[in-house]
């Protein structure tokens, strides 16, 4: 089990000296306040990574966590709330407003391209009467990248909080939580910032504070209530006892990223995500999107008579190695090279390039020429 090759969107491969970190000695999280600084220090490693001075919580739970916390924190029974989707997490956020009671208004527009900026702007001049909208950085299944730089200070102009979804876009993407007005911005450690999964970050602005603190009804539920948090590192008490191991890992993969850089690491990943494009459509497949690729991944169709399954299983059983298909309706339609985070590595690229391009040869697709001498040719 532990010796395949993992070339999924997420999780994504660990450095061996963060897996080692999550082998040291433990302390015990809940009394030793030495501990309690060390948390706070990694979460403004994690402030100073995506651009924020606003309060980071790191919560025990996996990135779906945070989706939930967030919703749960913020709606009212009533609320109205507007979710902006252009792929499956964006318009799944449906699911956790209206669990919460809010009122849905979904905003869903075509997979294959970003949200438009000015389609929103005139959307809001007609109904702008949301308490707040969420929205998705990088939507996975599809690797659409959104504009959120410039859709959440048009919907910040409206007085509506925004929350984004950026598991998979952080640290792969350019992400300015302060610059871009991201009220709420979520996070997961096992996308490209490169630690096993089971922690979430979260960022938490004033005004949502201010908005969640307001409320006239309790928020529902312990875990998901963002307010809990509060005044944690004064007080040095967690509101539960820290997974501490997981933190100390996701410490160190934080290091990495901050010894690296995170200019050098953004551009690490925009190189390669870049060359894979270009050398896979000269090679003969299509791109899914239209446009508005996130660098983190590249979403391919293949072609019907070979199915993204029946690819994605040869792949698994001639090479051992992990590659993912799409979800729901484009399970069999779409493969997807993850290229984030420590998979975003030219060594590794090079590898599942090859890999791919011998799988779909094997299933009897001809591409126009080798994918690996493709992706040399536009890396630069
Ligand atoms: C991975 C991911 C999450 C976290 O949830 P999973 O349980 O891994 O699906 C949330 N949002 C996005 C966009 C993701 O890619």
Redesign the pocket.
Known sequence: MNNKLNYA??PSEVRENVRLARSQKTTNPDIDVEFVEFYKNTCDKMGKIIDTKNDIYILSG???LG?EAACASLTEPGDRVLVIGNGI?GDGFADFVSMYGGEVVLYSKEYSKGIDIDELRKFLQKDSNFKYATL?H???PTGVLNDVGSLCPILKEYGIITVV?S??GMVGEKLKVDDWSIDIALG?S??AISAP?GLTIVSVSDDAKKVIKNRKTNVTGFYCNLLIWEGYYEKKYFPYTMPISDIIGLDRALDNILDEGIENVLDRHEKIASAVRKSVEEYGLELFLEKDYSNTVTALKIPESIGALNLRNQILNDYNTLIATSLAEYEDKILRIGHMGENAVLSKILYILNVVDNGLRTLGFEGKGNLVELFNKYYI
């Open positions: 969107p997420g996996e990135g779906i989706l997490y998705v990088c939507d996975t979804d598991v998979a997961g096992q996308k999964a």
